[in-house]
């Protein structure tokens, strides 16, 4: 895949890091025995659900919900003053990405204990320590802490197939934000973070070869820990170009992912740094392929193509701060759309 100087985290480093950050992963393959957790965790917690499928299944099991409208700095304040309304005693992120990212920032501000309970590994972020909101209109992250327990509800990740493969597609899009890091060594200097570079290929690796959902939650749990210091070795161009196609797309997060790090990667393929930089391409359509999410990115490239011819431009004010294949190529002298049809051919 990539030539790089670690090679990936071993199992039990992972485990060290993960207790190093005291951080309790349960699995629920029993609906009855989650359930009782849920009843009992709602006597003392308050619950940051949505409207969408967590909110419903959640329903009235619970004492104290908060069901947000979306993942904002206002929606935490509400969060904040219900969670002393009812006096709970810890936060618990019930759902996706967005009711998790506001109890994470819920429960650092509040200096509380939090608890997710991802009901669908549809992304990498669940459990990382930082949250991706809304503030002013526009995204920003923030510095939280990592979830002191996380409690996989099986039995729903084993149903929520297109989420699953969400999840698979941003995992694997650490590939090109590692590429992105070896390109800013090579022209920047910026110094190696072997931890995170280590973790980060872990989760990619455990996602190309999984064998069941332990390996994703492994390798989103890795990630997770990848992203101490900051979401560096698993966000690079590939998100940069998320951002920019989310405005104007309903699809999942992951799956947008998968479509920007193809982009990317069709790019490095004419690159010569000498890191295997040329092979990524050819790695991720056989992994997409032996993933089956292949088609699912050939269609969201599909639907996305007419937002191809503004992303060059777009693409320059995602993040500046933070050296990626965007500034090294001028995205504003690319045909993307052209770069799609030859993907999509191949795909």
Do not use: Q
């Not at 947000?68 to 936060?91: D, G, N, P, Q, Y």
């Amino acid at each position: 895949m990539l030539e790089v100087p670690v090679s990936a985290a071993t199992d039990e480093f992972l485990e060290a890091e993960r207790r190093r950050e005291g951080i309790k992963v349960r699995r629920r393959f029993s609906e009855k025995r989650f359930l009782k957790e849920l009843k009992d965790l709602g006597r003392f917690s308050l619950f940051v659900t949505d409207d969408g499928f967590a909110g419903n299944y959640l329903g009235d099991r619970v004492r104290n919900a908060v069901r947000i409208k979306s993942e904002s700095v206002e929606e935490v304040t509400r969060c904040k003053l219900e969670f002393f309304r009812v006096r709970a005693l810890s936060v618990v992120g019930f759902g996706g990405g967005r009711p998790i990212d506001v109890a994470k920032k819920t429960a650092w501000d509040l200096g509380k204990k939090l608890i997710t309970v991802p009901t669908a590994p549809s992304h990498n972020g669940i459990a990382s320590p930082t949250a991706s909101l809304l503030e002013g209109g526009r995204k920003k992250s923030f510095r939280c802490g990592y979830p002191r327990k996380i409690i996989v509800p099986v039995f729903l990740w084993k149903t929520a197939e297109r989420h699953v493969a969400s999840g698979i597609l941003d995992v694997l899009g650490s590939v090109t934000a590692i590429a992105d890091v070896l390109l800013s060594s090579r022209v920047t200097g910026e110094k190696l973070r072997l931890r995170d570079l280590s973790l980060s290929l872990r989760g990619v690796e455990k996602v190309a070869e999984m064998k069941g959902l332990e390996d994703l939650e492994d390798a989103i749990i890795s990630h997770g820990l990848a992203m101490k210091e900051d979401s560096r070795y698993c966000s690079g161009s590939e998100h940069e170009a998320e951002k920019c196609l989310s405005k104007k797309s309903g699809h999942l997060h992951g799956e947008l992912v998968g479509v920007g790090t193809l982009l990317s990667a069709y790019l490095y393929r004419d690159l010569k740094f000498g890191f295997g930089e040329e092979k990524i391409f050819d790695w991720l359509l056989e992994a997409y392929r032996r993933r089956k999410v292949d088609r699912t990115v050939r269609k969201v490239l599909s639907d996305v193509s007419p937002e191809l011819g503004n992303l060059g431009p777009e693409l320059k004010a995602v993040r500046p701060e933070r050296f990626t294949l965007w500034n090294y190529l001028d995205p504003e002298k690319i045909d993307f759309r052209k770069i799609s049809r030859e993907i999509e051919s191949v795909l």
